[in-house]
């Protein structure tokens, strides 16, 4: 079967990159796998990609509008000026492309148009938009959410009632999400919660733990650190020897180090930039802390879980409380109580014993998130949907039969 992901851009380092990464490389043993990404801002990707995997690039641009090989601060692409301009079409309502000029608009509808027979898994509420509208209907059109249908505005929520039920499926990650869908949608499309999948990892041993409680995400208002360096503050009073390490960057990495310095916390909170084995980071660390003001469902929650590390999350729509049973698997908080937060970081440092027995819940938790455990849901799903294209033709063939023919 033929498989074609289309991403936004699969050369940066967000959980939905990873998470689609991961799943092509989970299915890419059986099937012919494909990732489009519509923008491009590097030579090589951050995740690392089965050679069987084809990875194409459908412009040659950054997400500003330049392209990826002008000089930083240069734009050699004339078509950028129509990029001031309000996009008209449906997908426009997704803050991702209200920028998106025609002709990447054109770029990504010929794309999809070119595909022979597949499953086309679109990975955010644009292209899922731009599928339901452009896709051509041989194919099997599945609109993944990575996010949570109340967390967008009024406006894309509109566009997605409308545009959705074309697709042949969407798939979201939560509980909470389906519920949304299902009253946003009704059964006018088939509905699928397939959480996120992680590869198989053994767990880190205890002893090699030191004081550090790590973090890990986009350096934006979403995922919360800025409430997350309020948090410390606390923590850091009671138990100085204590370390805070956050990895990732953004455009708030500024404003979080000024947070910081005023603090005093630079001996002891550290903003680490973007690694590329966050698996060892997590090996090292003893608690994991997860901060965000809204989720649909963390990769990286599900990553430092299966370490064996016990965490302390915000219950934010959506994602945590699928996972997290509070002082079961790990302590889930009042989303945005800051002052619950540290409480929660302080309780787990003050008690080892605790940390250890939610640390090895948590990794029992998230061995139902491994990749083949979630790939065989995906590919029942994809059986499911050919099966459903192959019965109407066969009952035409039969409808059509002479009679005594």
Not at 87 to 111: A, I, M
Request: net charge positive; glycine share 6%; hydrophobic share 40%.
């Amino acid at each position: 079967m033929n498989i074609r992901f289309l991403l936004h851009n699969a050369y940066g380092v967000g959980g939905t990159i990873r998470t689609v990464f991961n799943q092509a490389n989970a299915l890419c043993a059986t099937h012919d796998v494909e990732i489009a990404s519509v923008y491009r801002h590097t030579e090589k990707p951050a995740f690392a990609l089965d050679p069987r995997v084809r990875l194409v690039s459908l412009t040659d641009l950054r997400e500003d509008g330049s392209r990826w090989t002008d000089k930083p601060g240069t734009n050699s692409r004339f078509w950028r000026k129509t990029r001031a301009l309000r996009n008209p079409l449906p997908h426009g309502r997704d803050f991702r492309y209200n920028r998106w000029d025609p002709l990447v608009d054109l770029k990504v509808v010929r794309y999809m148009g070119a595909q022979p027979d597949a499953v086309l898994i679109t990975t955010r509420p644009a292209l899922n938009l731009l599928a339901a509208w452009f896709a051509p209907r041989r194919l099997i059109r599945i609109g993944q959410d990575h996010m949570n249908f109340r967390s967008y505005r009024p406006r894309l929520q509109s566009a997605i009632r409308r545009a959705y039920p074309r697709l042949d499926a969407v798939s979201v990650l939560t509980r909470a999400d389906f519920a949304a869908y299902r009253d946003a949608l009704g059964d006018a499309v088939r509905l699928e919660r397939i959480p996120n999948g992680i590869p198989p990892r053994p767990a880190a041993p205890a002893e090699g733990r030191t004081r550090v409680l790590v973090a890990a995400g986009r350096l934006t208002r979403q995922k919360g650190f800025d409430m997350l360096v309020e948090a410390f503050e606390q923590v850091h009073e009671r138990h100085p020897e204590w370390q805070l390490h956050i990895f990732g960057e953004g455009r708030k990495r500024r404003k979080l180090t000024e947070m910081i310095q005023e603090r005093g916390l630079g001996e002891v909170l550290h903003l680490r930039g973007i690694t590329r084995n966050l698996d060892a980071e997590l090996a090292k660390s003893s608690i994991f802390v997860l901060s965000s003001r809204k989720e649909g469902l963390p990769m990286v929650l599900l990553e430092a879980m299966c370490t064996g590390l016990p965490v302390v999350a915000f219950d934010c729509p959506t994602g945590p409380a699928d996972v997290v049973e509070d002082g079961a698997n790990g302590l889930l908080i009042p989303a945005e109580d800051v002052s619950g937060l540290a409480a929660g970081m302080i309780r787990l440092i003050e008690n080892p014993d605790e940390r250890e027995t939610l640390g090895a819940a948590a990794r029992a938790t998230a061995a139902h998130y491994e990749s083949p455990v979630i790939l065989a849901r995906w590919e029942d799903l994809f059986a499911d949907l050919s099966q459903q294209r192959v019965r109407p033709a066969a009952s035409h063939l039969l409808d059509s039969t002479p009679a005594g023919g």
